[in-house]
């Protein structure tokens, strides 16, 4: 497995920033190479994905959400990944997003790219992306409030 961990500061209320991030819908305005995610229920998703040429389907299960702290996934099949996004309140207008992501790379290209850091410059500039679409808004598309608790060991 390999991981990335990158963060942003955006110019919006904690609650601002994580509503949009519960938006998964919306994460193809920002996110470089998701074409598609539906929302199939409030633990699943169902994301369509071309990366490098290469297109992958797959869902993936929200394992964790406490609103403006935390939304943590894990794919339930085919691709490998797991991550977390923590919110933390830096003054009434500033939020810093924290994304942690770890996957598996795929063939001789994708474990090339992850060698060469293409995914830690994506994460990077998704979160930019994230940060530019938020602060441009000044509010979120919608929001998702529910609470899903940490599955116990």
Known sequence: MSGVIEH???????????DQWTQFEEFPQFMEGVEEIRQLSDTMTHW????????????????EQLP??????????????????TFHRLDDNQTRVTLQMDFEPHGVVEQAGDKLGVVDRRVKGDLQRFKQF???????TGAWRGTVDRPQP
Do not use: C, L, N
């Open 48 to 63: 369509t994905v071309e990366i490098a040429g290469v297109k992958r389907e797959f869902d993936a299960e929200i394992t």
């Open 68 to 85: 403006d702290e935390r939304v943590a996934w894990k794919s339930t099949g085919g691709t490998r990944h797991a991550g977390v996004v």
């Open 8 to 18: 942003v500061e955006v110019a919006v209320p904690i609650r601002t920033a994580y």
């Open 134 to 140: 938020i602060e441009r808004r000044g509010q979120e």
